[in-house]
């Protein structure tokens, strides 16, 4: 069962935190995504469960 709750965390740097998630079993989802609002990285938990980095 795929879980539904999905956590926008604010950085400062979103390839920093990525590399650090990374590094501690985290897998990036694609590429970082930059839009009119935002960019963000979308990441998976070594446990599967997805998350974002977000920097406005």
């Known amino acids: 069962?795929?879980?539904r709750f999905?956590?926008?965390i604010a950085v400062d740097?979103?390839?920093a935190a990525?590399?650090?998630a990374v590094g501690m079993g985290g897998a990036r989802?694609?590429?970082t995504v930059t839009d009119d609002q935002?960019?963000?990285q979308a990441m998976l938990d070594?446990?599967?469960n997805e998350?974002?980095?977000v920097s406005a």
């Open 18 to 20: 990525t590399t650090e």
């Open 29 to 31: 989802v694609g590429e």
């Open 46 to 48: 070594p446990e599967g």
């Open 6 to 8: 999905h956590l926008d």
């Open 1 to 3: 069962m795929k879980n």
């Open 38 to 40: 935002e960019s963000f």
């Open 13 to 15: 740097d979103i390839e």
């Open 51 to 53: 998350f974002c980095f």
